[in-house]
Every structure is written in C-alpha cells, then in structure tokens.
C-alpha cells in the first residue's frame, strides 16, 4: 500500500462540535420570540453577523459570542438588557468549557492510519483554543503535526503542501465541509473525502465542487480504513 499524507479535519470530523453551538442558537432563538421576530430572521440576522465578525475577528467562542450579543442587541433595541448581555457571555464561558466528544470510531481507526500513513491535524479556528480542544481530545499522538489555520482556503493548502512537501497525487483531505475541507482541497490539486456530518454548520454547506484531485465520499469516519 503507498504511504500517503492525509490531512484531517477536527470539528464535526473527530469531535462533534456545532450540535453544542446548534443548541444554544435554539435556546437564543427562543428566549427572542417575545420580541416578535420569526425564528428564520433572527438566524439570517444571526448569520450574517456572524459573517462580519469572522472576517473582522476570526472563528471562534468569542466570536461567536460576540455575534449573539450584537444580534440580541440589533434586535432588541431600546428594550435590551444587561442581563440578557452577561446570560451570553456565561453561555460563552460554558461552550469554551465543553470537552471535546469524539465520533464513534474515530480513536481506532487513526490508530491505523498512523501505521501506514502520515496524518497532519489541520483545523481553522482561533489558534488557542482549537490547541486546547486537541489536548483535551487525547488524540494527538496519533499525529505527525497539528496545523492550526485562520481559514482553509486553496491558498492555505498550498502553504501546507509546501510546507510538509505533499506529492499531491498522494495527499488527501479529510472532512465534513463542503466549503473549507472538500472544494479548496480539490482546487489546489489534492484528493479529499468528505464525510457529511448531520450538524454541519450553516455557513460551511455549499455545493461540492470539481478538481483534479479525486473525491471519495464515505458516511463514517471509521470506513477510511476501507480505502486507506
């Protein structure tokens, strides 16, 4: 079997990580309703907010966090209050608190892929606590190198199979975003599987795309060893 370099996804690929942020959006939808707004126009508010703090300020709890305190107090207007304000910022404190719960699967099967290939964690997030989240995993032995990124997106992969030389008819990435791990994979000429995750966040869904590269598509983390 040749040795190949997969790169590999974190959130919602190793770890489930957007049904904690998917709950908590429910509950703020709802503690909205008295303010007489539908629940899909404080998601589009939400979201779109949330597009102008990633640019502004990166990925992350805390910007997440800041999204909902401005959404709320978009919302809101003169009838916001401060308790409202400091229930998010608790909110914040206990998703940055939440262990990491890793997919069924997962530990064994990189336990075999270690043994037969290089495998580099590449995850997008704020770099602080995306570390934390691998260390309270306990699954970073498994990994030649963990590459924290402020955005995947064909020119971060070119960095990356620069960096660590990827042959990259020999290079794979592994994930469950259509819009940061599968399309910009395939366009900087490497291969990817996508692992669809029920939870994927909104703003990472966009249609799969064509490369040079190939596209495996598998339901389970755990099937990679079918094909690795």
Same mark, same amino acid.
């Given at each position: 079997?040749?040795?190949?370099?997969?790169?590999?996804?974190?959130?919602?690929?190793?770890?489930?990580?957007?049904?904690?942020?998917?709950?908590?959006?429910?509950?703020?939808?709802?503690?909205? !309703?008295? &303010?007489? /707004?539908?629940?899909?126009?404080? #998601?589009? =508010? %939400?979201?779109?907010?949330?597009?102008?703090?990633?640019?502004?300020?990166?990925?992350?709890?805390?910007?997440?966090?800041?999204?909902?305190?401005?959404?709320?107090?978009?919302?809101?207007?003169?009838?916001?209050?401060?308790?409202?304000?400091?229930?998010?910022?608790?909110?914040?404190?206990?998703?940055?608190?939440?262990?990491?719960?890793?997919?069924?699967?997962?530990? !064994?099967? &990189?336990? /075999?892929?270690?043994?037969?290939? #290089?495998? =580099? %964690?590449?995850?997008?997030?704020?770099?602080?606590?995306?570390?934390?989240?691998?260390?309270?995993?306990?699954?970073?032995?498994?990994?030649?190198?963990?590459?924290?990124?402020?955005?995947?997106?064909?020119?971060?992969?070119?960095?990356?199979?620069?960096?660590?030389?990827?042959?990259?008819?020999?290079?794979?990435?592994?994930?469950?975003?259509?819009?940061?791990?599968?399309?910009?994979?395939?366009?900087?000429?490497?291969?990817?599987?996508? =692992?669809?995750?029920?939870?994927?966040?909104?703003?990472?869904?966009?249609?799969?795309?064509?490369?040079?590269?190939?596209?495996?598509?598998?339901?389970?983390?755990?099937?990679?060893?079918?094909?690795?």
């Amino acid at each position: 079997m040749a040795r190949h370099t997969l790169l590999i996804d974190a959130d919602d690929t190793l770890w489930e990580n957007n049904i904690f942020f998917e709950k908590t959006i429910d509950n703020f939808i709802a503690s909205l !309703e008295h &303010l007489g /707004y539908t629940r899909e126009y404080v #998601r589009h =508010i %939400l979201n779109e907010t949330e597009r102008r703090n990633i640019r502004q300020h990166g990925y992350g709890v805390r910007s997440f966090g800041r999204s909902l305190e401005e959404t709320y107090l978009k919302l809101a207007g003169n009838s916001a209050q401060r308790d409202v304000v400091k229930g998010i910022e608790q909110i914040v404190r206990e998703l940055e608190n939440t262990p990491p719960h890793i997919l069924d699967g997962v530990p !064994e099967t &990189l336990a /075999y892929l270690a043994k037969h290939h #290089r495998l =580099i %964690l590449l995850s997008k997030g704020e770099a602080a606590e995306q570390a934390a989240k691998v260390e309270r995993s306990g699954l970073q032995s498994y990994f030649d190198a963990i590459e924290i990124v402020l955005e995947k997106d064909p020119e971060t992969y070119g960095r990356v199979i620069d960096s660590f030389k990827i042959v990259k008819s020999h290079g794979w990435m592994i994930g469950n975003s259509p819009r940061s791990d599968i399309n910009p994979a395939l366009q900087s000429g490497l291969n990817a599987v996508f =692992i669809p995750h029920p939870s994927t966040w909104q703003l990472e869904h966009a249609e799969l795309e064509s490369g040079t590269g190939k596209l495996l598509i598998v339901s389970a983390f755990r099937e990679l060893r079918a094909h690795f």
